[in-house]
Structure formats: C-alpha cells, structure tokens
T-cell receptor, first 111, second 113 residues
C-alpha cells in the first residue's frame, strides 16, 4: 500500500530565505506527483504536476523535483515571502487518477 | 470562469438523515473525485469517476454513494449520516485521469450530530 510522508510537519522561516519541503513515498510505481497549497479553511490550489518520466518542474519561484528510484520529491521555494505561508501537500498519482496524499507541511514565513 | 463549485458551503445534520453534497465543474473535465479531509488523517479518496457514466471506489467508500449522469455533475450522497462522517469534503476534477493535474473545489464542511 502506498504511503506518503512529509517532513517536517511544520516549518518557520524568516522572509527571504530559500527553503525545501520534502515528500517521500514507499512505492516507486507512480504515474505522477502533484504539489498543492492549502490556505486555512480553503480548498487546495495546484502548484506543480510532475509526470513520472520527468525529473523536475518549475513555476516562478517554485521548483519541484522527482526521484522515483529513491521515492522522493522536493519542493524548493526561492526567496520566501509572508504570502507563501500555508500548508503544502504532496500527492502521488496512479494511472487511474487516484491521489494518495501526505499529511502536509505547514509553513510560516515571518516578515 | 467558476471552475468547481460545491454546495452547500457548510451543513449541520442529524444522524440518520440523508444528505447529498453537490459538485459541478465547468471545465468539461472527464474525471471527477470526492475526498474527505480529517485532522490527523489528511485527505482520503472516497469515490471517483474517470468519465461520465462510470464510477469507482476509493480508499474510504463505505457509507457513501455517487453517480455521474453527465460530465459536469458528480453528487455525493450519504444515505444515513453518522457522526464519523463529520469532515470537510472536497470535490476535484481533471481532464484526463492519471495524466493531468487535479483541480479542487472550495469544500463543504459537514457536521453530523
């Protein structure tokens, strides 16, 4: 059974820092991996989708990498801002579209 | 462009009552999904539909049913609500199951007393 783990559960950094969020999964037979952002009381916003054949994806200050063989993905956030404060979720996808989510990392960026 | 709409936004329900959560998307996506989000358990898939007319069971389907009569709508029904179904429910859609990214609705907060 696929299990997805995100470490750390919470992270607090000063504004301007570059940071890395980690996601690991137990079964490397994935179709894709998706990173989401969730603000308190809100739905999920898709940030990046990496297909299993890809090694990384970039969008603005965000860069996500995928290493299937080691069962790991990282989300790199450059020059963090207070508006980046949110919970970040990673989810691994199967060929049927089912997503298995990690518990998330709650990020606080202090001004 | 609305994307995905869910109704109601929140609901308090007596145990034993029947409840249907509504989900509509205007992106003409083929696949739709229902998840529940619980503190400490994260997001878990309840049911999914890869195309209109088909449905499948997710990780936690017991006590829930779905239908997919057309592309846009994917209602989730609790036939006889129980307190353990208290949760936040999210509907999601993607153009092609397993290939394209999933987009999420704003959620329905359901409390079963």
């Amino acid at each position: 059974k696929q299990e997805v783990t995100q470490i750390p559960a919470a992270l607090s950094v000063p504004e301007g820092e570059n940071l890395v969020l980690n996601c690991s999964f137990t079964d490397s037979a994935i179709y894709n991996l998706q990173w989401f952002r969730q603000d308190p009381g809100k739905g999920l916003t898709s940030l990046l989708l990496i297909q299993s054949s890809q090694r990384e994806q970039t969008s603005g200050r965000l860069n996500a990498s995928l290493d299937k063989s080691s069962g790991r993905s990282t989300l790199y956030i450059a020059a963090s801002q207070p508006g980046d404060s949110a919970t970040y979720l990673c989810a691994v996808g199967s060929n049927t579209g089912k997503l298995i989510f990690g518990q998330g990392t709650t990020l606080q960026v202090k001004p | 462009i609305a994307g995905i709409t869910q109704a109601p936004t929140s609901q308090i329900l007596a145990a034993g009552r029947r409840m249907t959560l509504r989900c509509t998307q205007d992106m003409r996506h083929n696949a739709m999904y229902w998840y529940r989000q619980d503190l400490g358990l994260g997001l878990r898939l309840i049911h999914y539909s890869n195309t209109a007319g088909t449905t499948g069971k997710g990780e936690v389907p017991d006590g829930y049913s779905v239908s997919r009569a057309n592309t846009d709508d994917f209602p989730l029904t609790l036939a006889s609500a129980v307190p353990s179904q208290t949760s936040v429910y999210f509907c999601a859609s993607s153009d092609v199951a397993g290939v394209t990214e999933q987009f999420f609705g704003p959620g329905t907060r359901l409390t079963v007393l």
